[in-house]
């Protein structure tokens, strides 16, 4: 029935309320979300020695009402010349971060994206706050949807927090055996502790005992480096620097899982407060590479530039007849501006530059052989145990092996006022460790293999101009393009289609395809003629492919940025414009909006059909008889029927419009896939900095003013409702989206005072 605010109906609470529409229905769930961030740091410098200790804190309240963050960080650096020979110098970084409820993606339960995209526009999502438990703090359904709980609910009753400790350092030593010859040695290590809980109430729909994960992970690597430098000038003509050296690589990952179901006491967030808990997981992995490397830096007469390296690695992650690989790297540049002299031209500087290298890759430890793990009961008094890995192991595995060139030059005219960087690169990736999947009928789901290659090559350019320049005031600008085509050569004999990643709706997927873009989105089509018409069945509904085909890609053809500055005396504007072009996305958000009702597009044939069916009910009669009588009204898809004689006919059967975008939804992502390019104003930055001349009787050195806007804008976009740059995960899922949060404008305003 049509929306009349005259008229009223009963919601899920049993309440009754007005049935027309309500402005702003689900963008008023959100809050304005609120950032500070101070940071002090206090620094000296003496011939001898030098130390800088300094401080930052961040603390966030999200959009997302409870959703919450902060993050502090401490840093101190220092370093002293003990002698005229020996220096050494060390730095430690400290971070702790804490994050309450962090926004969910996709559909899980607890999106609130998700959770609210479908509510239509006579549903006050405020409504939702009121009874969404009830007096016995059980959960009270609202949709029958357990994929799409109440907002209210989640943010109440369901929960995750994170702990995360990062400290990160190290300390170098350097002593100077010869004026030209440095030995040095360096310790440095990185260590991430990581604590998450995940929390879902007692009675919440589709995990009605309550469950409650937690999970600790700690991260530990140290490097131990030793190093050999030479530095020296032969005749003012020849520059040669080189240095041979060593590293140790020892690196820890070990993790905890624990899960407990049917919650005992209600709100006692504890794993023990579970009747049913689940053995706990134990990861640890342990790897370690052995490297030898060195380089030679041939620079003459200031012009002329010649960089070799070579490194060997030794990783503990592949079997003995495999884990060395060797890697080397040629470089050169001509300063071209310092051979001839293309001022009187307006050429102030010039260079050109070429480079080829190879790069080597291991993998995870433990994947060349079988991994095991003990079952809770023995047999014969003796402990049982079965295999634990999905993957078929590969004692064979070869390192991964990267191979590019790439060539550039660097000009500029007219004392730098302008100035262009252009770079050309072309990259190979061979011999890819990959799982590859096979018939579950194996008793394994993936095998580890060695294969494929994928291509990248592209340009990059980069031109500063300084159209303006006075006294009081200058202009800047800034444009940087970049422009890259991926390609998948290979990938295996027996595949030539590899899944990145899946799509709920549809049967879409994010997939590699030998000789396509890395990438592509595939699914069924809706089935056309030849003339381009899609084909309708005798019920009036559309029909489909048999096979998937693709549909689009997720990686853009090429971004284009447009910085402008400009500066007046003590005031500076900047403008960053941010542009991207070619990527298409799988909107699921707008397939939902279509199969609920939601989406615009679907009114066609609405009133039509709700007429129809009131006057078939009104003549007592059934949908066939209706049908058969030529009475029926609604939707009339645009496309063709196929005659007996061969022919194509114009389809004329009205359906149920929520029928016909079911049956589509259902079945065939191709409506769904737009345009994702874009164009932003990315950022607006306005600044003042205070004449020193305020400063002179104060202890104060600078003090500088600056507001800003980021994700101000969005100027151009094909997609609507969506924003562009939204994802589905944080994985391979570049291409698709669903339930995504709106994105986030951000005004800030800070002061920098230095001492």
């Known amino acids: ?96 971060e804490g994050v309450n409820n962090r926004p969910a993606l996709s559909d899980s ?22 009874g969404y438990k009830d007096a016995q703090g059980r959960y009270n359904s609202w949709n ?37 010859l440095t030995a040095q040695v360096k310790v440095g290590t990185d260590y991430n502790k990581f604590h998450f809980t995940n929390y879902a109430a007692k009675y919440t729909d589709g995990i009605l005992p309550g469950r409650f994960e937690e999970t600790l992970t700690e991260i530990h690597e140290t490097n131990y480096e030793g ?52 053995p706990p997981q134990h990861t640890l992995l342990r790897k370690q590479v052995n490297s030898v490397y060195g380089a030679v830096n041939l620079g003459y007469k200031d012009f002329a530039y010649l960089d070799f390296t070579l490194r060997n690695d030794i990783s503990s992650s592949l079997n003995k007849d495999n884990r060395s690989y060797t890697y080397p790297s040629v470089s050169g540049s001509l300063l071209f501006s310092e051979l001839v002299d ?42 049982a145990g079965q295999i634990a890995s999905e993957t078929v192991p590969n004692v064979n595995l070869l390192p991964t092996s990267t191979y590019s060139y790439e060539f550039g030059f660097d000009v500029r005219f007219f004392q730098d006022r302008i100035a262009l960087d252009f770079n050309y690169y072309n990259q190979s990736t061979k011999d890819q460790i990959m799982n590859l999947p096979i018939s579950s009928s194996s008793g394994y789901s993936n095998a580890m293999i060695n294969a494929g290659e994928i291509t990248n090559k592209g340009i990059e350019v980069s031109l500063n101009v300084v159209p303006v320049r006075s006294k009081d005031f200058e202009w800047s600008s800034n444009i940087n393009f970049a422009k890259n085509t991926n390609k998948v050569k290979e990938l295996h004999p027996e595949v030539n289609i590899y899944e990145l990643a899946q799509a709920r709706w549809a049967g879409a997927s994010i997939v590699a395809i030998a000789g396509q873009s890395y990438g592509s989105i595939v699914g069924k089509k809706l089935a056309r003629n030849e003339a381009g018409a899609v084909i309708f069945d005798s019920e009036g509904l559309p029909t489909f492919e048999d096979n998937v085909s693709i549909l689009g890609s997720g990686t853009y053809d090429f971004t284009l940025g447009f910085n402008n500055t400009f500066r007046y005396k ?31 597009y679907t009114l066609e044939g609405r009133d039509q059909w709700n007429a129809s ?28 029927v196929l005659q007996p004689d ?92 669903y339930g995504s949060l709106p994105t986030r404008r951000t005004f800030g305003l800070g002061v920098n005072v230095k001492f």
């Open 1 to 96: 029935a049509k929306l009349d605010p005259n008229s009223s109906y009963y919601i899920f609470n049993g309440q009754q309320r007005p049935y027309g529409n309500i402005n702003d229905n689900i963008m008023s769930f959100f809050r304005t979300g609120v950032t500070f961030t101070n940071s002090l740091a206090i620094s000296s410098s003496t011939d001898k020695n030098d130390f800088r200790i300094s401080v930052s804190d961040m603390r966030n309240n999200d959009i997302v009402p409870s959703s919450d963050m902060y993050r502090t960080t401490f840093m101190l650096k220092g370093g002293a010349n003990i002698g005229s020979k020996l220096k050494v110098e060390g730095r430690a970084n400290y971070t702790r």
């Open 109 to 130: 339960p607890n999106n609130i994206g998700n959770s609210i995209i479908g509510i239509a526009p006579n549903f006050d999502q405020k409504w939702l706050a009121d």
């Open 144 to 180: 029958a949807n357990i994929y799409r709980l109440n907002p209210y609910w989640v943010i109440n009753e369901m929960s995750n927090k994170s702990n995360k400790d990062r400290l990160m350092g190290h300390v170098q030593g350097s002593y100077d055996i010869l004026p030209f």
């Open 227 to 278: 190093m050999l430098r030479f530095n020296k000038r032969f005749n003012d003509i020849l520059d040669v620097s080189a240095f041979v050296g060593g590293n140790i690589m020892k690196y820890e990952y070990e993790s905890y899982y624990m899960k407990g179901e049917d919650q005992i006491m209600m709100d006692v967030k504890d794993i023990m407060n579970y009747s049913l808990s689940y």
């Open 342 to 383: 293309l001022k009187p031209y307006g050429l102030s500087f010039g260079k050109v530059r070429a480079s080829w290298a190879k790069v080597g890759g291991d993998t995870d430890p433990y994947k060349l052989n079988l991994l095991y793990n003990l079952l809770p009961y023995t047999i014969g008094g003796k402990p």
């Open 570 to 600: 003590s005031f500076s504007l900047g403008v960053l414009l941010d542009m991207k072009f070619g990527a298409d996305i799988y909107s699921m958000s707008a397939l939902q909006s279509y199969r609920n009702g939601t989406s615009t």
């Open 613 to 640: 069916e009131q006057a078939r009910m009104a003549a007592n009669k059934t949908s066939k008889e209706w049908l058969d009588m030529g009475n029926v009204k609604g939707y009339v898809g645009k496309g063709v």
């Open 646 to 737: 061969g022919t194509w006919a114009e389809n004329t059967v009205a359906v149920n419009p929520q029928t016909y975008w079911a049956r589509i939804a259902d079945n065939s992502p191709e409506p769904f896939i737009y345009d994702a390019s874009y164009i932003k104003l990315r950022e607006l930055t306005f600044s003042y900095d205070l004449p020193s001349k305020l400063l002179a009787k104060t202890p104060l050195k600078a003090v500088s003013i600056t507001a800003y806007g980021r994700n101000l804008w969005i100027i151009h976009s094909k997609l609507d409702n969506i924003d562009p740059e939204s994802n589905y995960n944080n994985g391979n899922g570049q291409g698709l989206e």
